[in-house]
């Protein structure tokens, strides 16, 4: 079994109420989007495209860091899940420059939110979050809510 199936397995048996199924679908992009959101804000320089906006160096790193991770899994995941990223960096960007003061606000309040919600899905489905046991399955959330998408789509990834 490949190791993409295997982290799958494993965070599927925490994920079968459909209650808490999708609050993971509401939350689990948002969540990842925040974090983009705060690493965007630490201060570092920025490169620029005038089509795309302005990213951090800091955030291209962690976006190219969890690219490998997702390339170690799959090369498709790994190619949609870089897109996804660049397209929420380009609303994080859009955030900054409308939000500078408050920004860190609404990335505060969305991840306490989100994060709230999927403690009560996890509270309803019965079953502690699979994070607790490894972090690596923070990463593994938002693939796991793509990966249906694929399989909806007869895309094999």
């Not at 996890?122 to 793509?146: A, R, S, Y």
Request: aromatic share 16%; net charge positive.
């Amino acid at each position: 079994m490949r190791k993409i199936d295997l982290f799958f397995a494993e965070y599927c048996k925490s994920h079968q109420n459909k209650t808490n199924k999708f609050i993971h679908w509401i939350c689990v992009p948002l969540t990842f989007w925040t974090i983009l959101g705060f690493i965007s804000l630490i201060p570092s320089p920025h490169m620029c495209s005038p089509y795309f906006g302005c990213i951090s160096i800091i955030s291209t790193i962690a976006v190219a860091l969890i690219t490998v991770f997702y390339l170690r899994l799959s090369l498709l995941i790994s190619i949609i899940m870089l897109i996804i990223m660049l397209l929420m960096e380009r609303l994080v960007y859009t955030v900054n420059i409308n939000f500078w003061n408050s920004a860190w606000i609404i990335y505060l309040s969305l991840f306490a939110a989100t994060w709230i919600l999927r403690f009560f899905g996890h509270q309803i489905e019965g079953k502690k979050p699979p994070f607790l046991k490894d972090l690596k399955f923070l990463l593994i959330g938002p693939v796991w809510l793509l990966t249906f998408i694929l399989k909806k789509t007869g895309i094999r990834y």
